[in-house]
């Protein structure tokens, strides 16, 4: 496509359940990228994709947080047993994936746990 | 490891006045540098990057920053703000050498243009 696309871009969901979110990255893009931005705060990374192979999760905050990508396009983040602190905007971007490539956002999904 | 300090968390400038957004890098290896705009509600948007040619980098909309490797330091700037300026403003570093080419973001910069 001509730009990042995620979905759901707005999601309310109570605590305790889980949650996906989906990127569907620019193609031909192989680098796929996972960042959260609470509210008011800069963004934090949480996870990198290569290709289908995520060589660095370093960003992921606990173990309730899991990233998958197939096909060397889609990504799925999933959210389990969700929790108030997990509500902010989640942002995916994608790159070419060789240094110093400019790496485009989209335009994030809005996650609120009530 | 990287880091980026993003001096001052709100920025104030009058229509018309010039616009200087700071920011300092720190990195092991000579560094990739962008800066990012967010307007409300709306996703990233790439206004210039820095990866080792030319030092005075120019971007969109009228904005410019300059890479100071003594100083390490990569500082937006605009000559005259216009009211669609206003948005928040985040500087990245990204690693030139092998690794994940992941950005590491700044605080960022919320600029608001008075009239």
């Known amino acids: 496509g001509a730009g990042v696309s995620q979905s759901p871009s707005n999601k309310v969901t109570e605590k305790g359940k889980d949650v996906e979110l989906r990127c569907d990255p620019i193609?031909?893009?192989?680098?796929l990228y996972w960042y959260r931005q609470r509210l008011g705060q800069g963004l934090e990374f949480l996870i990198y994709?290569?290709?289908?192979?995520?060589?660095?999760k370093s960003g992921l905050p606990s173990d309730r947080f899991s990233a998958e990508r197939t096909g060397e396009s889609v990504s799925t983040l999933t959210i389990q047993r969700t929790q108030q602190e997990d509500s902010a905007v989640y942002l995916c971007?994608?790159?070419?994936?060789?240094?110093?490539?400019?790496?485009?956002f989209g335009e994030g999904s809005w996650l609120t746990v009530v | 490891a990287q880091s980026v300090t993003q001096l001052g968390s709100h920025v104030s400038v009058s229509e018309g006045a010039l616009v200087l957004l700071r920011c300092n890098y720190s990195?092991?290896?000579?560094?990739?540098l962008f800066w990012y705009v967010q307007y409300p509600n709306q996703g990233l948007q790439l206004l210039l990057k820095?990866?080792?040619?030319?030092?005075l980098v120019k971007g969109i909309n009228g904005f410019e920053a300059e890479f100071k490797k003594s100083e390490t330091s990569f500082h937006l700037t605009k000559p005259s703000a216009h009211m669609s300026d206003a948005a928040e403003y985040f500087c990245?570093?990204?690693?030139?050498?092998?690794?994940?080419?992941?950005?590491?973001f700044g605080k960022g910069t919320k600029l608001s243009v008075i009239p």
């Open positions: 193609s031909g893009h192989t680098a």
């Open positions: 820095y990866t080792s040619a030319a030092t």
């Open positions: 990195s092991s290896v000579p560094p990739y």
């Open positions: 971007a994608s790159s070419r994936g060789t240094p110093g490539n400019t790496i485009y």
């Open positions: 994709f290569q290709g289908n192979s995520a060589p660095d």
């Open positions: 990245a570093v990204s690693d030139s050498g092998a690794g994940s080419y992941q950005l590491t």
